[in-house]
């Protein structure tokens, strides 16, 4: 079975630009978590969609949205892309929502901002 | 505030050797604890984690931690290192609130030397 996967997997770009990240769930997974790693720390969350209603929302700022589609899929979007937006996004994918349901991580998205 | 330890940065272990990475906590509330193992460009796979129950928890790979409320620890380990466990280890807990305040260590390399 395919496990989490996310595109691209690597994305430079320069201030002030808009990006998108993508990620498909594990097939009957209906939860989707994003997470923002920084070179040198562990993960932060940002967001958690569960039957595309967000359920939880780290200490990002309004610049990071996100969405669940019907399929369970989920889009990461950041506006006016910040040198310190550069980092591995990782999205995780769970059956539902609560915390006894373990997580399954894709390899990441690695963002650059120049 | 929620926090996570993990006191050392680098854990050296010979390969047949038992190994141990730390992780204490500071929560309110009952904790969910978490151990995850990352390699080199790829995104996080979940070892074990502590919800309820037995304080000795066993996972993936042969790993199993222990969990002890009075001195507020979650130690991973393993009695006999392999060179392939050789990667960075997170531990993350969970307190009151679900995943949205999840908090990761900052994560300890572990080095299994042949």
């Known amino acids: 079975d395919a496990g989490v996967t996310q595109s691209p997997t690597h994305l430079i770009k320069t201030r002030g630009q808009h990006v998108t990240l993508r990620c498909s769930p594990i097939?009957?997974?209906?939860?989707v978590s994003w997470y923002q790693q920084v070179l040198g720390q562990g993960p932060q969350f940002i967001f958690q969609?569960?039957?595309?209603?967000?359920?939880g929302r780290g200490n990002f700022p309004d610049r990071f949205s996100a969405r669940q589609f019907p399929n369970y899929s989920s889009e990461l979007n950041v506006n006016a892309l910040l040198l310190g937006d550069s980092a591995l996004y990782l999205c995780?994918?769970?059956?539902?929502?609560?915390?006894?349901?373990?997580?399954?991580f894709g390899p990441g998205t690695r963002l650059l901002v120049l | 505030a929620q926090s996570v330890a993990q006191p050392e940065d680098q854990v050296n272990v010979a390969e047949g050797n038992p190994l141990t990475v730390k992780c204490t906590y500071s929560?309110?509330?009952?904790?969910?604890l978490f151990w995850y193992v990352q390699y080199p460009n790829r995104g996080l796979q979940f070892l074990l984690k502590?919800?309820?129950?037995?304080?000795l928890v066993k996972g993936s790979y042969g790993f199993e931690a222990e969990f002890n409320k009075s001195q507020t620890s979650f130690h991973l380990k393993k009695p006999s290192a392999l060179v392939s466990d050789s990667a960075l280890y997170f531990c993350?807990?969970?307190?009151?609130?679900?995943?949205?305040?999840?908090?990761f260590g900052i994560g300890t390399k572990l080095q299994v030397i042949p």
């Open positions: 995780a994918s769970s059956l539902s929502s609560g915390i006894q349901e373990t997580q399954y």
């Open positions: 097939s009957g997974h209906k939860s």
């Open positions: 969609y569960y039957e595309k209603e967000e359920r």
């Open positions: 929560v309110s509330g009952n904790p969910y």
């Open positions: 502590y919800i309820t129950g037995d304080n």
């Open positions: 993350a807990v969970i307190g009151r609130g679900g995943y949205q305040k999840v908090t």
